[in-house]
């Protein structure tokens, strides 16, 4: 079974402050998505990243995927309240099956006011 | 926009039970899954299906049986519930082989007393 490390698991910050949640893999991603999940809802898609290096912004997020496709981070400048939730990151495997997605066990961020 | 639609939104069991989750998507979505959230665990992959009539296990799929006859449908069976089946359920859907966008359901928390 590969393993995709999310850190930090909880983070608790303020309203203003900067942040970057960190998806790490011994193994290389063929693509690598991010997901926000907030209480009594499914995740939903933030962001899918394929080529190596990629650099992708949606507002005051920006995505990063490593060179070697074995990493990713998601970067969120002058958090607001309304960013609160559960960051996942999910890859495929290089490799591996098209069809099976491995998520990361998630980061939990409270921005408070 | 109905997306995907999952039922019953929550249920409690006896454990020894039968219980199918519902689950049904309007976007002629190929490719189905089920996944199961438990708190420090992340999403992990039960079963899917890349079309009617074909369903594969994921990550977790002792203890539950599913089956696809239609495009639109993709119910999940436990025949025997267990305490250690207690979590909540996701179900997601995608057009096709993955990077694609994961569409997800709100959720069924289950509970096996």
């Known amino acids: 079974t590969q393993l995709l490390e999310q850190s930090p698991q909880f983070l608790s910050i303020q309203e203003g402050e900067n942040l970057t949640v960190y998806c790490n893999s011994s193994?290389?991603?063929?693509?690598l998505q991010w997901y926000r999940q907030e209480p009594g809802e499914g995740p939903v898609l933030l962001v899918t990243?394929?080529?190596?290096?990629e650099v992708k912004k949606l507002k005051r997020l920006t995505f990063q995927f490593g060179d070697a496709r074995k990493d990713s981070s998601l970067h969120i400048t002058a958090a607001q309240p309304g960013d609160t939730g559960l960051y996942l990151c999910?890859?495929?495997?290089?490799?591996?099956?098209?069809?099976?997605?491995?998520f990361g066990k998630g980061t939990l961020l409270t921005v408070n006011p | 926009n109905a997306g995907v639609t999952q039922t019953p939104k929550f249920q409690v069991l006896k454990t020894g039970q039968s219980m199918t989750l519902q689950c049904a998507q309007d976007?002629?979505?190929?490719?189905m899954s089920w996944y199961r959230q438990d708190p420090g665990m992340g999403l992990r992959l039960i079963h899917y299906?890349?079309?009617?009539?074909?369903?594969d296990q994921g990550e977790v799929p002792n203890g539950y049986n599913v089956s696809r006859s239609t495009t639109e449908d993709f119910p999940l069976r436990l025949l025997s519930a267990a305490p250690s089946q207690t979590s909540v359920y996701f179900c997601?859907?995608?057009?096709?082989?993955?990077?694609?966008?994961?569409?997800f359901g709100s959720g069924t928390q289950l509970s096996v007393l």
């Open positions: 997601a859907s995608s057009m096709g082989s993955l990077p694609g966008q994961l569409f």
């Open positions: 193994s290389v991603f063929s693509s």
């Open positions: 990243v394929v080529t190596g290096g």
């Open positions: 999910a890859g495929a495997y290089s490799g591996g099956s098209n069809y099976k997605l491995t």
């Open positions: 976007m002629n979505h190929e490719y």
């Open positions: 299906s890349v079309g009617a009539g074909i369903t």
